[in-house]
């Protein structure tokens, strides 16, 4: 099935930035669209972005839009968020996930936690 | 977009059925196909345990069943097992690559 492990999350200032990491094993990276996902405390998941296989296709959530950028590394097994402007209403945590048929999200990672606060 | 509505939760004791509704509007549910469900355990990897509406990935139980009607998408757990209390998502493709998520539903096997 493989593995996906995020990294990358942490506390940072309203306004700030951080990238996130997720590093895919077991599997044909390459093959997949990936996606970000998110969950704010207390709320149900959020769809963030998605990528195609070669990283040329790029779908943002409007919420994030102009401020977050999924990017992939398909020679290092590795998907990105990077995350600029950041809100406190971004705080949540990160989960990646492979994209699979009909539209759903096959394999996920354990996810990592974004704090935005002072 | 507006996230699904899911019920915060429900319960059945070991044996019976339940099912969880998510409901959409006809952007979504009502319009595409491609409804798919999640579970998670407690400090656990969320698994996808439905898709493209009806399909059940190799190895999940087939307690697990749908139905659709117009904007509501159900998902039925029958034989309720103590393993299979966890937090249920569903999510259905919004056009445009866009996903839309439930609020997810906490599932007690009383």
């Known amino acids: 099935e493989g593995q996906l492990v995020e990294s990358g999350g942490g506390l940072v200032q309203p306004g700030g930035s951080l990238r996130l990491s997720c590093a895919a094993s077991g599997f044909t990276f390459s093959n997949y669209w990936m996606s970000w996902v998110r969950r704010a405390p207390g709320k149900g998941l959020e769809w963030v972005a998605t990528i195609n296989k070669d990283g040329g296709q790029k779908y943002h959530v409007d919420s994030v839009k102009g401020r977050f950028t999924i990017s992939r590394d398909n020679a290092k097994n590795s998907l990105y968020l990077l995350m600029n402007s950041l809100r406190a209403e971004d705080t949540a945590v990160y989960y990646c996930?492979?994209?699979?048929?009909?539209?759903?999200?096959?394999?996920w990672g354990q996810g990592t936690l974004v704090t935005v606060s002072s | 977009q507006s996230a699904l509505t899911q019920p915060a939760s429900v319960s059945g004791s070991p044996g019976q059925s339940i099912t969880i509704s998510c409901t959409g509007t006809?952007?979504?549910?009502?319009?595409?196909?491609?409804v798919s469900w999640y579970q998670q355990h407690p400090g656990k990897v969320l698994k996808l345990i439905i898709y493209?509406?009806?399909k059940r990935p190799s190895g999940v139980s087939d307690r697990f069943s749908v139905s659709k009607s117009g904007n509501t998408a159900s998902l039925t757990i029958s034989g309720l097992q103590a393993e299979d209390e966890a937090d249920y998502y569903c999510?259905?493709?919004?056009?445009?690559?866009?996903?839309?998520f439930g609020g997810g539903t906490k599932l007690t096997v009383l």
């Open positions: 006809s952007s979504d549910v009502g319009n595409y196909n491609f």
């Open positions: 999510c259905s493709y919004a056009g445009s690559y866009n996903l839309l």
């Open positions: 996930a492979t994209f699979s048929s009909g539209w759903s999200l096959g394999n």
């Open positions: 493209e509406g009806s």
